[in-house]
């Protein structure tokens, strides 16, 4: 120790006073004595609380009689005015009651006046500051590790051999309802919040803990906690032994795990549910590794393959596929662009058949979102093949049939055609206005046999995708001229106007101008079908980077019900007159398809009463631009 000692001496005796003064004078060691005087104890509280701050003092030596105070309660005094600074009781009573009874009290130590006194009082002065700046350490050192206690967010407790509480953290305190630890010192677990059965439980354990010297851990024990919560917690007990090594009582900790165990128990139930899904789904579901190794699947994988668990568990995903179904597959690699793909394929059973397969594929990824496997979703799709292939059959013979009966009425046709105008010619003789009448009728009905002819067989290359697109570079505005000069003399014998609004600035554009022409006069027919008076027009302008054309009549119009009935194959409207206009019902549903493989699309607009326009549009692009996909269909709509 070394500096300054500061001493207050509390006496009212001269020579006591000078006499402890000079056996502290004596003293040799590195720290030198500064000594206070007080003659009351009224004086000695004051001297205390104004050096509190400033420079407080290491020691008091107490005179138990005092003027105006005597007894232990002199010591009581002094250690409320500051209960951090030792005392040393100096008394003139050689009663060792007396001195314990005021160590009990507060003081540090006490000294009974006289030659004895002036020896050891140094030494009795050295140790009580020690000591107090020990007990102040250990204090302070109780106190952190208090702190450090109530930090952690587990409980902490433990009880003496009676199994009472002597100490525990500011968890296990709020869970059995009190403010403080200090509060929950001296009971036991049935003044606890806790059931009457919780609270023997804990008890029993307890004794089998510190009968057996062993540490029981991961215990999970039911808790009714003082809020009214029915707890779950994680216990972890240990004995608590003293130094030498005796057991005294048992160290606890526990964490409340109610959250925890609800959490499992809902990812328990999901887990059950989805397997339940996984199991009883109408379709195999297959999941791989890293190294495309099956690693799960349900029991439909197993029925649609033959295979059993023993056979697919680590297969090889590669090995359920034919080879060359197995290359297209990894062509489209899934894994690396990490995305979804759905395609159609094969698979290959346990018994060598080979079953067509429809296969959604997905990635399966880590939180640090690296691919650690995949997921496939297989549906068998070997009778929808067959009856697709039956059903291309059927089309593909229907076709045949169509064409061959179509080529074999066009040559007769050709024939009749031919004869018919050599007799009204009169290269047969001359003819009778009656006979020419029947003639014209048969004449006009062989052209319309021709057109229906040649419409189905222009729907039926459409449909099959047989048909040619010769993609030129051309004017749709020419187009539009052509076929306006072409019908123009038709129009005006229905008596209706037939006009041409065209956008002069427009770009040329990469078109089947024969294709187009069928088009554009298909629409103009069905405009004249429907219109008996006003006007057709036939209009272009540029919308962004397309063409619309629009063909617009002032006939009769389509009514709401009927719009949906436009565009499909042999679909007729009824005229103004109520009957049925000559045509195949496929002109419109030529266009549409014309169109849409073009890149374009069309759809109508309609009042009833008040006229129609039929629009399409035409994508600007240039001859290298290779053709788009068809476009979907619109309904007729806009």
């Known amino acids: 120790m070394n500096g300054e000692i500061k001493v207050l001496q509390v006496d009212d005796d001269e020579i006591d006073i000078r006499l402890a003064k000079r056996a502290l004078a004596k003293y040799t060691g590195p720290s030198k004595f500064n000594i206070d005087s ?19 003092y290491d020691v008091v030596l107490l005179d138990l009689g005092l003027p105006d105070s005597n007894g232990i309660e002199t010591v009581k005094a002094v250690c409320k005015a500051n209960p951090n600074i030792p005392i040393v009781v100096l008394t003139g009573l050689e009663d060792e009651q007396t001195g314990l009874s005021a160590i009990q009290n507060g003081a540090s130590d006490y000294l009974v006046k006289g030659p004895v006194m002036e020896s050891s009082l140094v030494k009795t002065v050295l140790y009580a500051i020690e000591r107090k700046k020990a007990a102040e350490k250990l204090r302070e050192s109780q106190q952190m590790l208090q702190v450090v206690m109530d930090s952690v967010p587990q409980a902490i407790f433990w009880k003496d051999h009676n199994l009472s509480y002597i100490g525990c953290n500011a968890v296990f305190a709020r869970h059995a309802g009190f403010s403080s630890p200090q509060e929950v010192i001296g009971k036991n677990d049935f003044q606890l919040p806790w059931r009457k059965e919780e609270a023997e439980y804990f008890r029993q354990s307890d004794l089998r803990i510190m009968s057996s010297n062993k540490g029981e851990y991961h215990m999970i024990e039911s808790q009714l906690q003082a809020d009214g919560k029915q707890a ?12 030498a090594g005796q057991t005294v009582g048992v160290l606890g900790t526990y964490e409340d795990i109610t959250e925890r165990l609800q959490a499992e128990r809902a990812l328990q139930i999901a887990e059950e549910r989805y397997r339940t899904i996984f199991e009883n789904s109408a379709v195999a579901i297959m999941m791989a590794d890293e190294n495309e190794r099956l690693v799960s699947w349900n029991k439909f994988t197993e029925n649609l393959l033959g295979m ?31 995305m979804q793909h759905h395609l159609e394929t094969k698979m290959t059973k346990k018994d060598g058949d080979i079953i067509d397969v429809d296969v959604s594929l997905s990635v399966v990824k880590d939180p ?11 549906r068998d799709i070997t009778e929808r093949k067959e009856a697709e292939n039956k059903i291309k059959e059927a089309m593909d013979l229907k076709s045949q049939f169509i064409s061959t009966v179509s080529h074999e009425l066009r040559t007769p046709l050709t024939i009749i055609k031919e004869d018919i105008a050599l007799i009204m010619d009169g290269a047969a003789g001359r003819v009778k206005s009656k006979q020419k009448e029947i003639l014209s009728i048969a004449q006009r009905n062989i052209d319309r046999l021709s057109r229906l002819i040649n419409d189905v067989l222009d729907f039926q290359k459409l449909q099959s995708g047989r048909a040619k697109f010769n993609m030129q570079d051309n004017s749709i505005n020419g187009v539009i001229e052509t076929v306006y000069n072409t019908m123009l003399k038709a129009v005006k014998k229905n008596g209706v106007d037939f006009r041409l609004a065209l956008d002069g600035s427009l770009p040329r554009t990469t078109f089947d101008s024969d294709k187009m022409i069928q088009v554009l006069t298909n629409l103009v027919s069905n405009a004249m079908k429907f219109t008996e008076k006003g006007g057709i027009t036939i209009s272009t302008r540029r919308i962004e980077n397309s063409i619309r054309v629009t063909v617009a009549d002032t006939g009769c119009g389509i009514k709401q019900e009927d719009l949906s009935k436009l565009f499909q194959q042999f679909q007729q409207l009824a005229s103004s007159k109520n009957r049925k206009t000559g045509g195949t019902g496929l002109g419109l549903a030529i266009s549409k398809d014309i169109v849409e493989k073009h890149g374009g699309r069309i759809w109508v607009e309609s009042e009833f009463g008040k006229g129609t326009s039929f629009h399409f549009l035409l994508p600007i692009k240039s001859a290298d631009v290779p053709e788009p996909e068809k476009a979907p269909q619109l309904n007729g709509q806009k």
């Open 38 to 56: 007080a003659g009351t104890l009224a004086d000695a509280v004051s001297h205390i609380k104004n050096n509190h701050l400033s420079q407080p």
């Open 232 to 243: 779950w917690v994680e216990v972890n007990k240990v004995p608590l032994c003293n130094s």
């Open 308 to 338: 059993t668990k023993d056979d697919l568990y680590h297969k090889q995903v590669r090995s359920l596929y034919p080879e060359s179904e197995w290359d297209k597959i990894r062509t489209h690699d899934v894994r690396q662009k990490g």
């Open 368 to 378: 640090e979102s690296r691919i650690i496997g995949s997921i496939g979703v297989i």
